[in-house]
């Protein structure tokens, strides 16, 4: 069975500063994908950032970037210079092999404020 | 692209009635997922659906059941609705093409409420 793990159900950050938020997962598969997801207030699910297990190189997406630690099973998001709009509720999921069925974690809601 | 769409957007039940959501994917997207989200439980997988059949299935009871069409389009039913089924349900499609894990786009999602 596949877990992820966000420790951090709140977190706030000034407009421009620098966030990192956490999440940790357990799978036993060698082949899985994992994914930040980024849910505004009464908005619809959009995909942040996606990184493939199989790729030691982290990937970047503008101001977001994730640390991805395979060993430690550890995937953490960093938003560069915080815009106001980048408040939401930021799920980490995990999806193994071909199968299309993701593992959410509880979410870590970011306020940005000024 | 037209992205995921969701109907209805809202909708109110009573317990014991059965409901019907829809979904349509993205155009040339094969694969339809559902997910249910509460407070209490946060996002959950219900089900997936590929070439019109199911392909997975999560931890939900048998009330809880879907389809999909040559055209892509699911629909999920709930049955003898519980006041525990108030939830936002999430409808998510992806290409699926090569048999490796694609992206999932998600809709706007249904707001049911059972009183």
């Known amino acids: 069975a596949q877990t992820v793990t966000q420790s951090q159900p709140e977190m706030s950050v000034q407009e421009a500063e620098t966030v990192t938020l956490s999440c940790t997962y357990d799978t036993s598969e060698n082949n899985y994908y994992l994914f930040w997801y980024k849910q505004p207030p009464s908005r619809q699910m959009i995909l942040v950032i996606r990184?493939?297990?199989?790729?030691?190189q982290n990937a970047t997406e503008n101001r977001f970037s994730v640390n991805f630690q395979k060993a430690a099973k550890s995937f953490s998001l960093k938003i560069s210079d915080s815009q106001l709009g980048d408040t939401a509720m930021y799920f980490c999921a995990l999806c193994t092999g071909t199968a299309s069925k993701l593992t959410f974690g509880t979410g870590t809601r970011l306020q940005v404020t000024l | 692209k037209a992205g995921v769409t969701q109907t209805p957007r809202y909708l109110i039940k009573t317990r014991g009635q059965q409901v019907t959501l829809s979904c349509s994917p993205i155009?040339?997207?094969?694969?339809v997922s559902w997910y249910q989200q509460t407070p209490g439980q946060g996002l959950q997988f219900l089900f997936e659906?590929?070439?019109?059949?199911?392909?997975n299935k999560g931890n939900f009871p048998g009330r809880f059941s879907g389809r999909q069409f040559s055209n892509s389009r699911s629909e999920m039913n709930v049955s003898t609705l519980e006041l525990g089924d108030s939830a936002l349900y999430l409808c998510a499609s992806s290409l699926e093409a090569g048999g490796h894990t694609d992206t999932q786009y998600f809709g706007p999602g249904t707001r049911l409420t059972v009183l």
């Open positions: 659906y590929f070439s019109e059949t199911q392909r």
């Open positions: 990184q493939e297990a199989y790729k030691q």
């Open positions: 155009s040339g997207h094969r694969s």
